[in-house]
């Protein structure tokens, strides 16, 4: 199994700029998630969502959409790139009441 | 506010000693705690859990503990070895699968 997959692993982004971040998971896990790690600061949670179709704001959604089409896949739009959005991304999975299993992450530099 | 911190950045060890990384955390409900291993360029790696009826709990190596009347949590290394060497996290269930972090402490194991 490949578990948690994100694309790509590094992005390089002019202020203004939109893009998306890619994520996958091949586990059936039911909830998905993005974090966003920045220095000292730990992870932080942007969107979450429990199942296809549902998604919610976290911690920090402000700059971000997701939407949840599938099981499988939740991606994370940026609408418009600011450099205060230079991070790096992390997307998770788990069952209900289960560990998260993290991707390698996605490093955003915006410029 | 909820919230989980660290209170070493940097843990040095020597090969072979034991290791203990402490975490305290701020919210009495919470019945969930997890601790994550980031090595380099990599996402968080589930490495044990532990629920709020559970004052230890061990693993290959490892050892969970906590103290709830202090809000205090510690992973225990046995017989530290060079592959340790990485960020720990700790992680505290906010919500429903909401997990809050801590900033994290870097262990470096020498040989």
């Known amino acids: 199994n490949a578990g948690v997959t994100q694309t790509p692993k590094f992005q390089v982004l002019k202020t203004g700029q939109s893009m998306t971040l890619q994520c996958a998971q091949d586990?059936?896990?039911?909830?998905m998630s993005w974090y966003r790690q920045d220095p000292g600061m730990g992870l932080r949670l942007i969107h979450y969502s429990v199942g296809a179709g549902i998604t919610d704001q976290g911690e920090v959604p402000n700059g971000y959409n997701v939407s949840r089409s599938t099981t499988e896949d939740f991606p994370l739009r940026l609408l418009s790139a600011a450099p205060s959005q230079t991070s790096v991304y992390f997307c998770?999975?788990?069952?209900?009441?289960?560990?998260?299993?993290f991707g390698n992450g996605t490093r955003l530099t915006v410029t | 506010g909820e919230s989980v911190g660290l209170h070493l950045p940097t843990l040095s060890v020597q090969e072979g000693d034991n290791s203990i990384i402490n975490c305290a955390y701020s919210n009495s409900a919470s019945d969930y705690f997890i601790w994550y291993k980031q090595e380099s360029g990599k996402g968080p790696q589930f490495i044990i859990d532990i629920r709020s009826n559970m004052d230890k709990r061990q693993g290959q190596r490892v050892t969970v503990l906590l103290n709830k009347t202090v809000k205090h949590l510690s992973l225990q290394i046995a017989a530290t070895q060079p592959g340790d060497s990485a960020v720990y996290f700790c992680?505290?269930?906010?919500?429903?699968?909401?997990?809050?972090f801590g900033t994290g402490t870097r262990l470096l194991v020498s040989p």
């Open positions: 586990m059936n896990h039911e909830y």
């Open positions: 992680a505290e269930l906010s919500g429903f699968q909401k997990l809050v």
């Open positions: 998770a999975s788990s069952y209900t009441n289960s560990p998260l299993h």
